[in-house]
């Protein structure tokens, strides 16, 4: 059914921005979290060399660790909270291995201005591994998380019943529409004519 069709159409997209959002508002609680533990752990809060200052590696593998968790979390229960995984621990070992494998990006970012260029600043460290590294590993994971972790998408089908039904949900939450119509009357004794008023006996 085209309508059908067309509506099925809208609902993937709406879901799929209210998923990118959710992904977006997730990946910066667990980026958060991650930044405060990186640069307490390398540059003592700003205040001093941190425990790990000769470690950067180490230490952002660390705090992204403890980030990685929250957003696991978060991304099973919020994030993807229309989506389904398919795999026995809930994707639980997906999740890791994809966060493991992208995280080589903003290390790699880490390890050219470090290794490579030779900026040690904190401003260089965050830069480069915070905002440029995180950002590249964020895109990469929305897609992979959905593809291989959250793979299944549970169908309107399941929570309305059908198409129709989530039609009227979504014309109830548009808010009430007015029709005009002529008024229709039934006729008398067989008549084609429209009773409009008793007549006397």
Excluded at 13 to 28: A, I, K
Aim: net charge positive.
């Amino acid at each position: 059914m085209v309508f059908g069709g067309q509506l099925l159409g809208r609902l993937r997209r709406t879901r799929l921005f209210g998923e990118v959002v959710r992904f977006m508002m997730v990946g910066g609680i667990a980026t958060a979290v991650a930044f405060v533990l990186f640069n307490g752990l390398v540059h003592g809060f700003f205040m001093g060399a941190g425990p790990m200052n000769g470690q950067p590696i180490p230490a952002y593998v660390i705090a992204n660790t403890v980030g990685m968790l929250i957003s696991y979390d978060l991304s099973r229960r919020w994030t993807f909270r229309h989506r389904v995984s398919g795999h026995p621990d809930g994707g639980f070992t997906a999740y890791v291995v994809i966060n493991a494998v992208t995280m080589l990006l903003p290390i790699a970012c880490l390890y050219v201005t470090r290794s490579v260029i030779g900026w040690d600043s904190a401003i260089a460290d965050n830069l480069s591994a915070n905002v440029v590294g995180v950002l590249l590993g964020q895109i990469a994971r929305f897609f992979l998380f959905r593809k291989f972790v959250f793979g299944q998408p549970i169908r309107y089908t399941q929570v309305y019943g059908s198409v129709e039904e989530e039609a009227e949900a979504l014309k109830a939450a548009a808010g009430p529409t007015v029709l005009l119509a002529s008024e229709r009357r039934e006729p008398v004794n067989g008549s084609t004519e429209p009773a409009t008023r008793d007549r006397a006996g």
